[in-house]
């Protein structure tokens, strides 16, 4: 048995689960329940009233947290200690939001400087790209960012951008190229002129295939267009830990942004991989976006814990997954500008916990990080709302909306709220069937925790953004696993360059099952 089971706490969270009511019970049972399950900070109101969580669980809960040793490992992230343990390196995105060096005295005055240091390289080339001192080959301004990286190099500036877009006034657009498909980059790039075209090359290692891949098509473009070489510098900056990689790619040192390894890919936005954020809304909303994550750093580190947002967001989960048994996690944002928060959430929730050994080397014996899945509403209630409702999967949902202060329809935005509304009622308190007509019944008790942002502002966004990088950090921390390494990739990396182009000799080591697929596709392609 683990040492996670076999905790006190862990049984009589079970023991818990296995006698919970109704969650409409519970509102019967407990007037103030809206109130009491209800928490907020930052600007952000967590509202996980709508679950089987009682007193007596989320007691439970925090006991179970505290037997894990959350309070020390969050005293190790915060120090610096190596909690990155298979990769030997510190966790310390909390360092590149602390504009103020309120932390620095913990993880270290030499990293508060190295940060501001590399902030102050990302407000000069950000803001000569928006204010034209930064030219093109040819003299001309730059109009749009192509930033050309994937995963943690793209996910974060993408979905910032697309979610602040409303404060793009007058900035250069950013596009993202990320997918190896060769028709990607090109897609985008239809229609730009490269005089006006800014390339960010993004990506910390400096090694990843698809990155390189496009990159090059990038420099193929730009060479086609200026069959120049010295036009290169003007036109492509990298952002990279990789110095010496970039540069060899032919990267002009002055072009270059670094960041650091105790940086991980999907927590690295916050970080100089943040210049298209930088470079389309300008630095001082990119400042405004570090304070709201460092506001939300605050609240963590400070908070008792019964209010503490990614907390309570954590255990909740945790409830979720490992005694309720429901081991997926619907996302579901309810502002069209969040609508790619489900795909970063992804990536950043999937790829840190979805592990199955534990610290100590051992497997787990209970579940780990959920499959988390999502999209907008109102979308989703005429796609997969359906089956949340009615089909034989329960499905908690974390329901996320900003209120618009600033619309000129105010009237549609209450019709989105309404619907909002409506949603989260219904799947918690359900609806018997009408008389003879068995399929009109929505059975309810489906958990759904609603979190609220007061507005959707840079620095709203960044708190909200940090709310989720704790909550994945605690849950990691319950379950015993190493939530900032990424072991699971390597596999496919290996075998897809091994498989390499020509797909007439393929590696005989692969199974019969892909050696037929790819004889197929060898012929399809050369008869
Ligand atoms: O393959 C996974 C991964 O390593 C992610 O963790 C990372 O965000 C992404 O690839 C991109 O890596 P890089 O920034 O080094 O190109």
Redesign the pocket.
């Known amino acids: 048995m683990s040492t996670r089971t076999n905790l006190p706490s862990w049984q009589k969270l079970e023991a818990l689960a296995n006698e919970r009511g109704a969650i409409s019970a519970q509102f019967r049972e407990d007037p103030h329940r809206a109130d009491n399950f209800c928490s907020a900070a930052c600007g952000i109101r967590l509202d996980y009233s709508k679950t089987a969580i009682n007193a007596a669980v989320r007691e439970q809960l925090l006991t179970l947290a505290e037997d894990c040793k959350l309070a020390s490992m969050m005293q190790a992230m915060r120090h610096g200690d190596k909690i990155n343990s298979s990769e030997q390196r510190a966790v310390l995105h909390i360092a590149l939001r602390d504009r103020q060096g309120n932390f620095a005295a913990d993880y270290g005055s030499g990293i508060y400087s190295q940060v501001q240091e590399q902030l102050a390289n990302l407000a000069r080339i950000s803001e000569a790209v928006r204010n034209g001192q930064w030219r093109g080959h040819t003299g001309k301004s730059i109009r749009q960012v192509v930033n050309i990286?994937?995963?943690?190099?793209d996910l974060g500036p993408r979905m910032v951008c697309d979610a602040l877009r409303d404060y793009n006034r007058g900035g250069p657009k950013a596009y993202f190229a990320s997918n190896v498909d060769e028709t990607h980059l090109p897609t985008i790039l239809q229609g730009l002129n490269p005089e006006e075209t800014l390339f960010s090359i993004?990506?910390?290692?400096?090694?990843?295939q698809e990155?390189m891949c496009n990159a090059r098509l990038a420099r193929a473009w730009l060479m086609a267009h200026y069959q120049d070489d010295s036009a290169i510098a003007a036109h492509c900056i990298a952002v990279t830990s990789n110095v010496e990689a970039a540069t060899e790619f032919g990267i002009d040192a002055a072009n270059l942004l670094s960041f650091w390894e105790w940086v991980g890919?999907?927590f690295s936005l916050w970080s100089t991989i943040g210049f298209p954020i930088a470079a389309a809304l300008g630095y001082e909303r990119f400042c405004e976006l570090l304070d709201g994550a460092h506001d939300m750093d605050q609240h963590f580190f400070s908070a008792e814990w019964a209010e503490n947002l990614p907390i309570l967001l954590a255990l909740a989960g945790i409830w979720h997954n490992n005694f309720c048994g429901y081991h997926t996690l619907g996302v579901i944002p309810y502002n069209d500008a969040l609508s790619l928060l489900p795909m970063y959430l992804q990536q950043l929730d999937m790829?840190s916990n979805g592990k199955s050994i534990d610290r100590d080397g051992l497997a787990v014996d209970y579940a780990t990080g959920p499959v988390l899945w999502g999209q907008n509403g109102s979308n989703g209630q005429h796609a997969f709302f359906q089956s949340l409702h009615q089909g034989t999967q329960v499905v908690p949902l974390e329901i996320v909306f900003a209120l618009h202060r600033e619309t000129n329809n105010p009237q549609q935005h209450r019709i989105l709220l309404a619907n909002l509304f409506a949603q989260s009622n219904a799947f918690m308190a359900g609806q018997p069937a009408a008389e003879g007509e068995p399929y009109t019944e929505y059975p309810g008790d489906k958990p759904n925790i609603v979190v609220a942002l007061d507005e959707l502002t840079p620095r709203r966004l960044g708190a909200l953004v940090a709310l989720y990088e704790h909550k994945i950090f605690v849950q990691g921390v319950v379950w015993n696993i190493n939530s900032f390494d990424?072991w699971g990739?390597q596999l496919g990396?290996r075998l897809a360059n091994e498989i390499g182009t020509d797909f007439s000799n393929p590696p005989a080591n692969l199974d019969p099952g892909t050696l037929a697929l790819i004889a197929w596709v060898d012929h399809q392609l050369t008869k």
């Open positions: 990286g994937i995963g943690g190099s993004s990506s910390k290692t400096f090694t990843t990155t890919g999907r790829e990424q990739v990396k």
